[in-house]
C-alpha cells in the first residue's frame, strides 16, 4: 500500500486523534472502528493481543491491574518498567504502550483513506522537553513510522485557528486536556506565528479534576457506611469510571446522579455542579495565575492581547469559560474551538509546510519539533501530480517562530562562589549564540581537567545558586576534558554556545591556549505550548 498522505496525531493523554491533509488540502478527521473522531489512550494488555481504545477503557473495571491509561504522564522516562498483571509480573514502558495506540490509529486511519501511514505530524505538550520529545519519537519509531515531525499542541491550535490565512492579531490559547495545561501567546499574522511567551504544567490537566470527583463519591459512600480504606481494585475501577461519567454529566447540566455497585452493594446518591466547582477551585485557580502571567508578559513586549482560544477537551466545563470571563473581561473569549480535534487537524494542515519545503528542496527543513527526514525522503502521492511536480499550494506555508521555555546555564563559580551561569534566557527567540567568559577553579587548574555541567532553569536570572528550589534545576549534560596544564590563577574558560530552533544545542568551552572541549545536548526549546 503506498503512502498517499501527510497524517497529524494528537497523541493525547486521555484521548487521541488522528487527521490529515488530503490531496485537495482539506483536513479530513479520521472515524476509528466505533465510528468515533476521538480515541480513549487506553491499552489493555489482558490478552496476547493489545486491545486499544473504548474497549480497553470499558475493561478497566474487570482487568483493572492491566488496562493501562495516563502513561503519557510517564513519557519522561519512558524506558522506566510499568508492572501490571495480575501479580503486577508483567513489564511496559509508556514508550511501548503510546507505540500501541498510536498503531491502532494508524491501522484506522490506513483503512479508511487506503494509505500507509508513513509521514506523520505529532503533537506533544508545550512543556515537554527532551526526553520526553524523544521517548514520543521512539514510541513513533515503534508504530512503523518513517518520518515523524513533532510540534507543540498549543501551536498546533493556533495554525488550525488561522489555517485560512485571514487574521492578524494576538491571541492566547489556553490548552487545558487530559493531563497537560498550556498557555501560550501568539502572534498571528497570516500563516506567520510568533509564539513568544510559553508557560503551562505538564502535571495539571482534566485527570486532576477526575481525582477530586472521585474523592466527592468516596465521601459520600463514607457517608452511606462505606468502609473506602480498604477497597477492591475493580471497585476502585468501579469509581473511577463513575466518577468521569459524572464529570461529563454535569457539563450540561446542574446535578446528576451517580449509581455504582461497591462491595456487591447498589449505592446511589446526587453530586452537583456546585459541589464540583467547589472541589476542583483550586486547580482551576492555578490555570488562571498561569493564564494571567503569559498575558501580562505579552502585554509587557508590547502586545495587545484579543482573545482567549479555548482547547482541550476539560475546556468543554463552564467553570472553565466562566472563570475567565470573570477574570478576564476585557477579552473576547468565544465557544471552545472544535476542542477534542483543533490540536490534530492543526498538525495535519501543518503539513503543508513539508510540501511547501519539498517544493522548494530536496530536504525539508520545516518549523516544527523535527530531525532531519529519513534518507531516501518521499513526499505521499496525494501531493504529488501527474507529471512529478509537487502539487501547487493555493494559499501561504505557515511558519512559526520559536522561544526557548526554559532558561540554560552552565555552572561556573562567579567572585568564587559556585552559580549556574546563564546562557540562555527563558523567553529568548530561537536560533541563538550566547558567549561567557567563567572563571577555572583552582582544583581544575591544578588538575589540568575541567568538568561541565550543563543546567536548564525555569527563571530569568543572569546567576542562580545551585541551591535555589525554585529554579527547578535539571541537569542536562555533564561532560569532563583535559584543559592546558600550569594555567595562571584566575584563567578562564571562554564558553561559545549555538541553538538552532530544532532545540540542538552546541558548546564549546575553550582555555587560554585554545584548547577546546565540545559538548550537545538538546534544549528544552518549543515554538509555542
Known sequence: MESKYIFGIDLGTTYSVISYLDENLLIQTCSNEDGDMITPSVVDLSDVNPTVGQVAKDNKVFYPHSVLDFFKREMGNGHATIYYGENFDKKTTAIDLSAEVLRYLAKYASDATDSSIEMVVITVPAYFGPEEKQSTKEAAEKAGFKDVFLIEEPTAAAVYYGYKGDKNETVLVYDLGGGTFDVVAVEINGYNYNCFVVDG????????????MQDIIKEKLTEKG???SNLEDEDTAEIQAAAEKAKKTLTPRETTNVKLRIEGTKYEFEVTRAEFEEKTKDLLDRTIETTK??????EAKGSKITKILLVGGSSYMPQVQQRLISEFSDLEIPNPMDPNMAVSKGAAYY??????????SSVPTIGGENDQPSEGFVLPTGYVQEDGTVIELPSGVPTIKKVSVSSIGIRGLSNGTPMIMTLLMRGNELPTTSDLDIPLSNEAIAAGHVELSLFEH????KFVSPDNDEADLKEMQKQGGEISKGLPDGAKMHIHMTIDDEGLLKLTATDPNGVAIDLEAMADAKSAD
Not at 504544567?201 to 477530586?212: A, E, F, I, S, V
Not at 503539513?351 to 522548494?360: F, L, M, P, Q, T
Not at 525555569?458 to 536570572?461: D, G, M, N, T
Open 351 to 360: 503539513a503543508k509546510a513539508i510540501i511547501g519545503k519539498v517544493s522548494e
Open 458 to 461: 525555569r527563571l530569568e536570572e
Open 293 to 298: 502571567s503569559v498575558k501580562e508578559k505579552a
Open 201 to 212: 504544567d505538564y502535571q495539571l490537566g482534566g485527570k486532576d479534576w477526575d481525582t477530586r
Open 226 to 228: 462505606v468502609d473506602i
